[in-house]
């Protein structure tokens, strides 16, 4: 019998194309989304990625415990994938008490109406590279401790630490992915590479000459979103779950990355970009760099596409995005 999966997240980039992989492989899948006056907009990743009639949405919030435990019991998942959060880093700053609640007790209420309602399903949380803030090790493994820098990255550490303490406690099989930066062309435009490409686009048609950047010397570990949901598949598919680092085990700064967008638009970066101080964040994370050999021998996953490759798809995607609104 084909299994049936739960996305809460759906339409965001992880949730398009972990749908996409899933209805692949013959899941049954239904998609979490909240009600939102910006409805016939919000599932254009589901629609860009060519699978938004194939998913089964369900009206749901993280902060509704009662709705929860209500979906659990009628949809009776195989699988539940928590990948809805306030994602944006920037922002947890402005919304501290949103982030907390949503993206750290947010999981809490999935565990509990996971644990309630239907105790054999697998569970996965996505948890963040960020957890590492002012990082401890110079490459981070499963046993680097955490130092969180922001908002964002302490209600992530709840997160993860609520699903290890369900998986303990329960005996739920309940996994943490810890995944590093992963981009695609699904992308929100508020995140630093797809500023860029979006940038890159605007610029190579003519449309404007600069884009305002922060700290250039970051470092991050960056990979695709479609290799990293296939991690997080995997994951679930063990006999027993854990947690696991998903990274590339290769570091860029955000200039190199700035270097490489430019140049697949035959421009140089140093033309076009410029320092904002207004983009510096108030507790800078100046390095990640993944360990992903856990992942590799237990799961038999790597990254198979490269920096280059990446940034390149989105600078050509932005180009044709561009292109079509004019």
């Keep these: 019998m084909a299994k049936t999966a739960l996305i809460t997240g759906v339409t965001g980039q992880d949730g398009a194309y972990l749908a996409k992989l899933l209805l692949e492989k013959g899941y049954t899948v239904h998609g979490m989304l909240r009600r939102s006056a910006s409805a016939d907009v919000i599932g254009d990743r589901l629609r860009w990625i060519g699978v938004y009639d194939d998913v089964q949405l369900e009206l749901g919030d993280l902060l509704d415990t009662g709705g929860l435990a209500r979906l659990m019991r009628r949809l009776q998942p195989d699988e539940v994938y928590n990948l809805a959060a306030q994602s944006f880093v920037g922002a947890s700053w402005d919304q501290p008490h949103l982030t907390g ?13 996971v644990r309630l309602e239907c105790p054999t399903a697998r569970f996965y949380q996505a948890s963040s590279s960020e957890m590492y803030g002012l990082v401890q090790e110079p490459i981070q493994s499963e046993t680097t401790p955490f130092y969180p820098r922001s908002p964002y990255a302490v209600a992530k550490m709840y997160a993860h630490w609520m699903t290890v303490n369900y998986r303990e406690s329960y005996g739920m099989h309940a996994s943490c992915g810890i995944l590093f930066n992963h981009e695609s062309p699904l992308r929100g435009i508020e995140f630093v590479t797809r500023k860029v490409t979006d940038a890159v686009a605007a610029i190579k048609l003519g449309l404007t000459d600069k884009v305002e950047l922060g700290n250039l010397d970051a470092k991050r570990d960056w990979g695709h979103a479609r290799d990293y949901v296939e991690a997080m598949w995997l994951m679930l598919q063990q006999e027993q779950p854990d947690d696991y680092v998903v990274a590339t ?78």
């Design 249 to 326: 085990g290769r570091t860029a700064t955000v200039r190199q990355m700035c270097e490489i967008a430019f140049a697949a638009a035959g421009l140089n970066y140093q033309d076009h970009v410029t320092i904002n101080p207004k983009f510096i964040r108030p507790a800078e994370v100046d390095l990640l760099l993944g360990d992903p050999a856990k992942a590799g021998a237990t799961l038999g996953w790597s990254a198979t596409t490269t920096l280059e490759s990446l940034i390149s798809e989105m600078v050509e995607a932005d180009i044709v995005r561009r292109r079509q609104a004019k």
């Design 101 to 113: 609640a949503v993206t750290g007790l947010g999981a809490t209420n999935m565990l509990e109406a």
